[in-house]
């Protein structure tokens, strides 16, 4: 079992930046691989960012690429989400999830435990 804790949102202006922190507790932090998805009203969740459970790889959505970057800290049982250059479209609830296996996964169906969410809102 594996309890998932974010942090970090809140309410920036465009091009403004924020770091979210997903603490994990529960079991091996490294033989799970993490990821970041986001859902903003009316839409679909959607994939935002995943990592290896030793970091080695990491995969990022075309929409965040080079604004976003996952990584993680597994000494503190800590994934993290560097947002910079953020628009007003990046406004979503952030979740992190965390799946029973090392190898990272851009589909949210791969993801066996989920955080409960922050909200992060970008004003124009």
């Known amino acids: 079992q594996v309890q998932l804790v974010e942090s970090g949102g809140g309410l920036v202006q465009a091009g403004g930046s924020l770091r979210l922190s997903c603490a994990a507790s529960g079991r091996i932090f490294s033989t799970n691989a993490m990821g970041w998805f986001r859902q903003a009203p009316g839409k679909e969740r959607e994939f935002v960012a995943t990592?290896?459970?030793?970091?080695?790889?990491?995969a990022h959505a075309d929409s965040v690429k080079g604004r976003f970057t996952i990584s993680r800290d597994n000494a503190k049982n800590t994934v993290y989400l560097q947002m910079n250059s953020l628009k007003p479209e990046d406004t979503a609830v952030y979740y992190c999830?965390?799946?029973?296996?090392?190898?990272?996964?851009?589909?949210?169906?791969?993801?066996?435990?989920w955080g409960q969410g922050t909200q992060v809102t970008v004003s124009s």
């Open positions: 999830a965390a799946r029973s296996a090392p190898t990272h996964h851009q589909s949210a169906a791969a993801y066996n435990y």
């Open positions: 990592i290896s459970g030793r970091g080695i790889t990491t």
